[in-house]
């Protein structure tokens, strides 16, 4: 499957439990970029990166979230001590290094976190 | 600050008939614009582009207009089959940015059989 992976696909904790959200992209893909999309709206961007470096977090709350691309291994998205708010789905997309025709990022299927 | 909106939240079309999703932006630095459709529980996929020295691009039944005097765009999907049931998304990119995207809020589009 050449396609952009997430797991899980499904996580549910309780308040205050850290969650980690993993992403393999596309083969070839070098760049990284996750978005949360609260119920009823639609994507809101969170942050880019590439192998090991964070390239834009505008769009990180400023605490509790992190984000990572390390040299060797998915992507992985951190929250900890999450809230209820947390409750969102998580999508990640990639892109390869060099400007594609369409620009176009390519989407995983997203992971579903709910907070009890 | 929406910067990319999508006014109709749903839109309802006969099958065979033209849909048509709606979207305007803010944003003069957007020179690239591009739409998405999302199915329920899965995640987006991209279906058609337009770069902003462009007005019009077509691919199949996808057909997007850009009109960058009143920052808007829009989507003619013709003939509407059932299967182009799905929330669609329109996405633009700044000139000069970090290639992440801004999206709309999304239009869910039901062709009725």
């Known amino acids: 499957n050449a396609g952009v992976m997430q797991n899980p696909r499904h996580l549910v904790r309780r308040r205050g439990q850290e969650a980690r959200l993993r992403c393999s992209p596309m083969k070839g893909h070098s760049h990284v970029y996750w978005y949360r999309q609260l119920p009823e709206e639609g994507l809101k961007f969170m942050v880019y990166l590439q192998k090991e470096n964070i390239i834009d977090e505008s769009g990180m709350p400023k605490e509790r979230f992190s984000a990572e691309f390390p040299k060797e291994g998915p992507s992985i998205l951190r929250i900890q001590q999450v809230v209820r708010g947390d409750s969102a789905a998580y999508f990640c997309a990639s892109s390869p290094g060099t400007q594609t025709n369409t620009g176009e990022l390519f989407f995983g299927e997203g992971s579903r976190l709910t907070v009890l | 600050d929406q910067q990319v909106k999508q006014n109709s939240p749903s839109l309802s079309v006969q099958e065979g008939r033209i849909s048509i999703l709606n979207c305007d932006y803010t944003?003069?630095?957007?020179?690239?614009f591009l739409w998405y459709k999302k199915y329920p529980a899965e995640g987006p996929t991209f279906l058609i582009s337009i770069s902003s020295i462009k007005d019009k691009n077509e691919d199949g039944r996808f057909t997007v207009f850009l009109n960058k005097s009143a920052k808007h765009l829009s989507l003619h999907i013709v003939p509407s089959q059932p299967g182009d049931s799905a929330v669609y998304f329109c996405?633009?990119?700044?000139?000069?940015?970090?290639?992440?995207?801004?999206f709309g809020s999304g239009t869910q589009l039901t062709v009725l059989p």
């Open positions: 996405a633009a990119r700044a000139s000069g940015s970090a290639r992440q995207l801004t």
């Open positions: 944003n003069s630095m957007f020179d690239y």
